[in-house]
């Protein structure tokens, strides 16, 4: 299946803010930088006016995903803004980690992709590293993320996927983090995760759960920080051959319009689908394998 049937459904498909995100990452990765423009362009005509890109919503974090093709395009007020919201308005729990959700006290594992990366590409490394280590206190047992809390203890095979992928991007944007111990809490996480991999290569929607549907998207998920990890050296060379497998894995669900299916589906992300994030995460995953591939 080629990549540019996966982005041609990833950009036929209606998008939230943090869709819109995760796609204009991808763009980016393939050197879509023209892609990229327009997306950051549209996030910041729905930026709300306390700050958040692609808005408004009910969701406090999801525009920041947005902010790195927000930057690269140019749009440094619009990412300013975004910014301060995230580090002065954004809700926090009493040890500062953000809340998810506009109004309510929810800690989500998403929120490390969201906002992570963002942060670190902004120069707010500090802050980076302390959003990760309060969704850790929040939500991580065992290696393994909770999806919120309170409200959904399951460890879902996207949350975790959101944490390592969120982290490794964070990375790739700001290098002097491997110097942190964010880099070790990825490798923890991913391999925790990986001792949950069916025989076919893929996941349950809950990783823990095997009655729970068989997901797609977190195996892209985590092939794109097992690649990326080693790409920029913070994961041993060994796990190159694991994220090239769980890709393979993945790739054998996209149909030929392009669509990864079985993936936790849009829009209530609770049974087997499509969604916009699959699309991306697809599109990630394979630009990070290209230099393995083209090694093989």
């Known amino acids: 299946m080629s990549v540019g049937r996966v982005l041609d459904a990833l950009l036929a498909m209606q998008r939230q803010s943090w869709e819109q995100g995760v796609a204009a990452q991808a763009a980016l990765d393939l050197g879509r930088d023209d ?29 920041a995903a947005c902010g790195e093709a927000v930057v690269r395009a140019g749009f440094t007020g619009a990412a300013r803004r975004q910014l301060d919201f995230l580090l002065r308005s954004a809700g926090r729990a009493d040890d500062g980690t953000i809340f998810h959700v506009v109004g309510r006290r929810e800690v989500w594992a998403d929120t490390i992709h969201m906002v ?14 302390r959003q990760v280590h309060g969704h850790r206190r929040h939500l991580c047992r065992d290696n393994l993320y909770s999806a919120i809390s309170p409200g959904r203890p ?5 949350g975790n996927g959101w944490v390592v992928a969120g982290i490794a991007r964070a990375i790739r944007l700001a290098p002097a983090l491997r110097s942190t111990d964010l880099p070790g809490h990825a490798r923890e996480v991913l391999d925790a995760c990986l001792a949950f991999r069916r025989a076919d290569g893929l996941f349950h929607d809950v990783l823990d759960d095997p009655e729970s549907f068989r997901e797609s998207n ?11 990890g080693v790409t920029d050296g913070w994961l041993p060379d060994a796990y190159a051959a694991v994220g090239l497998d769980l890709l393979a894995a993945a790739t054998r669900e996209v149909d030929e319009h392009g669509l990864v299916r079985n993936a936790c589906g849009t829009p209530t992300f609770d049974r087997p689908g499509t969604s916009a994030e699959a699309q991306a995460f697809h599109l990630l995953a394979t630009t990070a394998a290209e230099p393995f591939a083209a090694a093989r």
Not at 119 to 125: D, F, M, T
Not at 154 to 158: C, E, K, L, P
Not at 218 to 223: K, R, S, T, V
């Open 154 to 158: 399951a460890r879902w095979g996207g």
């Open 116 to 129: 992570v990366p963002f942060l670190a590409l902004s120069g707010e490394l500090d802050e980076a590293v």
């Open 35 to 63: 892609l990229a423009f327009l997306m950051a362009e549209s996030a910041v005509a729905r930026q709300s006016a306390d700050g958040r890109l692609g808005g408004p919503d009910d969701n406090a974090v999801n525009g």
């Open 218 to 228: 977190a195996a892209q998920m985590f092939a794109y920080a097992a690649l990326t």
